[in-house]
């Protein structure tokens, strides 16, 4: 069964703390692997799409990255403004799989 | 560029009535979805579109129909609404399906 995990569900940091933020998944055909910014109230905004294995895409204090099996988000020196829920999603053929996401705090 | 546009933002319905959800593009983007969203569920894709006249279902289409007679309208109709149904929709397009979706800002929708 196709699957898509996200972890931490949580992550607080503190202003300039680096991390990442982890998406796995299990999916057979994949044809991209996508992150979304989703603010609370707010439809998910667009922020990436990976399609092979060792592709990276930056964006500010923002950086994808993908393997066979994973992908991070990397986010360096973050701000406050930082803080907002970040999906990932898969694509396989019609469909798009959508994890549960990580909901990040960014503390001043 | 208006993007995605819901409407309306906020409903509340009763047990057994019906309602349509709008969504439009401007964006000329031949593939639309609907997604519904529940807490700590992620989201979950009811019907999709890949042009005019062509719909198709998703993960979880029971309770709900959709039509696609234009390129930018993609309304999503909700018939005997159930508390089952509770939940933040979102109307999202794209111009493929391996490009990043547009989403529009969600109907959240209450069955009581």
């Known amino acids: 069964e196709d699957q898509v995990t996200q972890s931490p569900e949580a992550l607080r940091l503190q202003e300039g703390e680096s991390s990442s933020l982890n998406c796995s998944y299990t999916v057979s055909g994949l044809r991209g692997l996508f992150w979304y910014r989703q603010d609370p109230g707010k439809g998910p905004e667009f922020l990436f799409t990976?399609?092979?294995a060792g592709e990276e895409k930056e964006k500010e204090r923002l950086k994808a990255t993908l393997t066979k099996k994973e992908s991070f988000l990397h986010i360096t020196a973050p701000k406050p403004e930082d803080s907002a829920t970040y999906l990932c999603?898969?694509?396989?053929?019609?469909?798009?799989?959508f994890g549960t996401g990580t909901s990040l705090t960014v503390i001043p | 560029n208006a993007g995605v546009t819901q409407t309306p933002k906020f409903r509340i319905l009763k047990i057994g009535q019906s309602m349509t959800l709008q969504c439009a593009q401007d964006?000329?983007?031949?593939?639309m979805y609907w997604y519904r969203q529940d807490p700590g569920m992620g989201l979950k894709l009811i019907y999709y579109?890949?042009?005019?006249?062509?719909?198709d279902k998703g993960e979880v289409p029971n309770g709900y129909n959709v039509s696609r007679s234009t390129t930018e309208d993609f309304p999503l109709r909700l018939e005997l609404a159930a508390p089952s149904q509770t939940s933040v929709y979102f109307c999202?397009?794209?111009?493929?399906?391996?490009?990043?979706?547009?989403f529009g800002s969600g109907t959240r929708l209450t069955v009581v």
């Open positions: 999603a898969v694509g396989t053929g019609n469909q798009f799989y």
């Open positions: 964006m000329n983007h031949n593939y």
């Open positions: 579109s890949v042009g005019a006249g062509i719909t």
């Open positions: 999202a397009s794209s111009f493929s399906e391996v490009y990043g979706y547009t």
């Open positions: 990976l399609y092979s």
